[in-house]
């Protein structure tokens, strides 16, 4: 059974950095073929996709946000670790780890619960 | 802005079928990209509903399926249900410079 959750804090404070950890179980990001990505939802609007790693270690992150965010995994801990630096109230969202299987083409098949994090001082 | 267009809202009466479109550009559906399909019911997770191929994972009921033609993509939702309402969701990959994956601005479905 694969499962996947957000950990970190509900606020913080504007030009703080963001830390997000998503624990996963039920599959290996060592295993070829899975990915993990990060997506955003701000109150009432749509989804944002952040950024994205996968098994092998290759990276990706939005365009317009590649300044502010790293993401990094830990094998071993089945943990993937998302940062986003110099946060402002427009960035007050629920953030979403989510996996991605080759054998489901790029789509995202599960999801974490999410956790929402406000942004403000 | 999504880069993919949806209308913000439609509806139907229970039994009756609906279509959500979803439009894109060159860069990402008119390039062939898969375009997935995610329903996203209050105060939970988005949850897959249509994945590569226009197929359904496990547990999605035949009343959902999806279709592709040129820069759009529509998902219909037959024998319409009371639970069906929800927002939905769709997304593609662009080639452009906004960024691997992109998401439409999300459809309210409402159940009359």
């Known amino acids: 059974q694969v499962t996947l959750k957000e950990s970190g804090p509900a606020q913080v404070e504007p030009t703080q950095t963001l830390t997000l950890t998503c624990t996963f179980s039920?599959?290996?990001?060592?295993?070829?073929?899975?990915?993990v990505s990060w997506i955003r939802q701000p109150p009432g609007k749509t989804l944002e996709w952040l950024a994205r790693i996968d098994w092998d270690d290759d990276k990706f992150y939005s365009t317009s946000l590649k300044t502010r965010l790293t993401i990094f995994k830990d094998t071993s801990k089945n943990q993937v670790v998302l940062t986003m630096s110099n946060m402002d109230p427009v960035d007050t969202a629920t953030y979403y780890c989510?996996?991605?299987?080759?054998?489901?083409?790029?789509?995202?098949?599960?999801w974490g619960q999410g956790i929402l994090v406000t942004v403000s001082s | 802005q999504s880069v993919l267009t949806q209308p913000p809202s439609v509806s139907g009466a229970p039994g009756q079928r609906v279509t959500i479109s979803c439009t894109g550009t060159?860069?990402?559906?008119?390039?062939?990209?898969?375009v997935y399909w995610y329903q996203q019911l209050p105060g939970t997770a988005p949850k897959l509903l249509i994945h590569g191929n226009g197929d359904r994972p496990s547990g999605v009921p035949a009343r959902f399926s999806a279709s592709k033609s040129g820069t759009s993509a529509s998902l219909a939702i037959t024998g319409l249900q009371s639970d069906d309402e929800a927002d939905y969701y769709c997304?593609?990959?662009?080639?452009?410079?906004?960024?691997?994956?992109?998401f439409g601005g999300g459809t309210k479905l409402t159940v009359l």
């Open positions: 989510a996996r991605m299987d080759d054998r489901s083409g790029y789509s995202f098949d599960y």
């Open positions: 039920g599959f290996s990001l060592s295993t070829s073929g899975m990915r």
């Open positions: 997304q593609s990959y662009d080639s452009g410079l906004t960024g691997l994956v992109v």
């Open positions: 060159s860069s990402n559906i008119g390039a062939d990209y898969d």
